[in-house]
């Protein structure tokens, strides 16, 4: 069976830094890349972040970039999101997801709540 956690949320003030954890298991991580998404309420989901299964390549959305940093570690089977100058239009529901290299697969976390008070 496959498991995604997330962990490292909670409140924190603007301007201030997060990391997300997202710990998994059940599949072959290093052959997956990996995605951040984020959603608030009453707004869509947002993909946040895409890291490719190398480690090599990675995208931001625009309302983040410059701001937040996407890594994965292979040996831990985990993916983390680095949440700097934070903003109060960054409180969400943070999930994350893994997707295979051929786009068939697809894996997702619970989602973890981050708050960020102005």
């Known amino acids: 069976q496959v498991q995604l956690v997330e962990s490292g949320g909670g409140l924190v003030q603007a301007g201030g830094s997060l990391t997300l954890s997202c710990a998994s298991s059940?599949?072959?991580?290093?052959?997956?890349?990996l995605r951040w998404f984020r959603q608030a309420p009453g707004r869509e989901r947002e993909r946040v972040s895409h890291?490719?299964?190398?480690?090599?390549?990675?995208n931001y959305a625009d309302s983040v970039k410059g701001r937040f940093t996407i890594a994965r570690d292979n040996a831990k089977n985990t993916v983390y999101l680095q949440m700097d100058r934070l903003k109060p239009e960054d409180t969400a529901v943070y999930f994350c997801n893994a997707l295979a290299s051929r786009g068939i697969q697809q894996y997702w976390g619970q989602g973890i709540q981050v708050a960020v008070a102005s």
């Open positions: 059940g599949f072959t991580f290093s052959t997956y890349h």
């Open positions: 890291i490719s299964s190398s480690g090599g390549m990675t």
